[in-house]
C-alpha cells in the first residue's frame, strides 16, 4: 500500500524513541492525597505561538502544540458552571448538620462527560479552599476515589481505599478509625466516588454503602457518587423494600441528581452546544486559526459527534493535530473529514 509523505511521517515519528513513548500517560485519577494535590494544584498551559517552531517547520511526535492538542484543557461549559453551583448549595446544606446530610448523584449515559465533570467538582473546591485559608499540607478538603475491585469472597475493600488516598498503607488490620480521624482532623468536605455502575447486584451496593454512611456520618463530609444508573443504586430511598409506597406514590429518593446527558438538535440544545464550541475554539493553538472558525463548523461537529461530549473532545483534538502534521494550521471542513473517529475503515 503506497503512503503519502505525510503517512510515513507520522508513522516514523510515532515510532521514535521518546519520554513520551516510554510508558502510557500517568491517569488523571489519582491514588493518593499527594497525586490529588499535585493535579489539583496544576494547570495546562497552552503554549504560545511566537514560541512553537515556525509555520511550515516540520512537526515531530513530542512537539509541544501537538501534545497540547491531544489533551486539551477542560473546558467550563455550561454544565460544569451550574454543576458547581449546585454542588455548593448542598454542602452549605450539609455544613450544620450532624446527621442525615444528604449525598449528591451524578448519573448520565456513557460518553456524556460525567467522570470530567466529577473531577472538575473537585478540582474547584480544591482549589477554593485553599485560596481561602492558604496551602496546609495537613488539610485534605476533598478525597477521590473510584470504586475498589473486588478481593477475595467479592468484597471491596473500602477502608483500604480511603487509607491508601490518605496515606496510611496498613498491612493488615482494619484501618476504618484511623480513616475518620484522619477525615476529622484533615477537615475533610468532599468525598468524589466514581464508578458507581460497577456496583452490579444488590447486595454489592448494600455493603458498599453500609460503609459510605458510616464514613459519612462520622466525617460529616459531603458525598458525590458518579456512574451511569446511579441514581438507582445509590440514593437509600430507592433501595428501601421496607416502605411500602401508596398506589399512587412513585419510587423518589432523597439525593439532589446531576444528569448529564449530549446536546440534542432542538432549539435550545443547539444554543447549548454554540457556546461549548466557543469554548474549545478559544483553546487552539494554530498559526492560520481565525476566531469562531469552529462555529462555521459547528452543525458538522454537531451532527459527527451526536452531541456526546467525549466524542466532541476527541475530534477537536484529533483535526486540530492534523491541521498541525499536515500544515494546513486551520480545523476547516476538509480537515475533520481526514478524522477516522467513529467510522469503520476498510484495510
Known amino acids: 500500500m503506497d503512503l503519502t509523505f505525510e503517512e510515513e511521517r507520522l508513522l516514523r515519528d510515532t515510532s521514535a524513541a521518546g519520554p513520551l513513548l516510554l510508558a502510557p500517560p500517568t491517569p488523571l485519577w489519582p491514588l493518593d492525597c499527594y497525586e490529588w494535590r499535585a493535579l489539583a494544584e496544576s494547570s495546562l498551559h497552552a503554549p504560545k505561538l511566537e514560541d512553537s517552531a515556525p509555520e511550515g517547520s516540520k512537526v515531530g511526535s513530542l512537539d509541544p502544540r501537538l501534545l497540547f492538542h491531544g489533551r486539551l484543557r477542560t473546558v467550563s461549559t455550561p454544565a460544569i458552571t451550574k454543576a458547581q453551583r449546585l454542588v455548593a448549595e448542598q454542602i452549605m446544606a450539609n455544613q450544620q448538620r450532624r446527621h442525615g446530610k444528604a449525598g449528591i448523584i451524578l448519573d448520565g449515559p456513557r460518553g456524556t462527560g460525567k467522570s470530567t465533570l466529577l473531577q472538575a467538582i473537585g478540582v474547584h473546591w480544591e482549589r477554593r479552599l485553599s485560596s481561602l485559608y492558604g496551602p496546609d499540607e495537613n488539610r485534605i478538603p476533598v478525597i477521590v476515589l473510584s470504586v475498589p475491585p473486588p478481593t477475595r469472597g467479592s468484597m471491596r475493600n473500602w477502608a483500604g481505599a480511603f487509607a491508601r488516598f490518605l496515606g496510611q498503607e496498613r498491612e493488615s488490620g482494619d484501618p476504618t478509625e484511623s480513616v475518620i480521624r484522619a477525615m476529622r482532623n484533615a477537615r475533610t468536605l468532599l468525598v468524589l466516588i466514581d464508578g458507581i455502575e460497577r456496583l452490579r447486584t444488590a447486595a454489592d451496593a448494600e455493603l458498599a454503602f453500609q460503609y459510605l454512611d458510616v464514613i459519612s456520618e462520622e466525617t460529616g463530609a459531603t458525598f458525590v457518587y458518579c456512574g451511569r444508573g446511579a441514581q438507582f443504586i445509590v440514593d437509600p430511598l430507592t433501595r ?17 441528581v446531576l444528569r448529564t446527558s449530549r446536546m440534542g438538535f432542538s432549539p435550545e440544545e443547539s444554543i447549548v452546544f454554540a457556546r461549548v464550541i466557543e469554548l474549545f475554539d478559544a483553546e487552539l493553538v494554530l498559526y ?20 456526546y461530549m467525549r466524542s466532541l473532545s476527541q475530534l477537536i483534538c484529533q483535526a486540530a493535530q492534523i491541521a498541525i502534521r499536515s500544515g494546513e494550521e486551520r480545523i476547516t471542513l ?14
Open 240 to 256: 428501601d423494600n421496607d416502605t411500602k409506597l401508596d398506589d399512587t406514590e412513585q419510587l423518589r429518593g432523597d439525593h439532589m
Open 288 to 307: 492560520q486559526h481565525q476566531k469562531h472558525d469552529l462555529r462555521e463548523v459547528a452543525e458538522y461537529l454537531h451532527t459527527r459527534s451526536r452531541g
Open 334 to 347: 476538509e480537515v475533520l473529514e481526514k478524522v477516522s473517529l467513529g467510522r469503520v475503515v476498510n484495510l
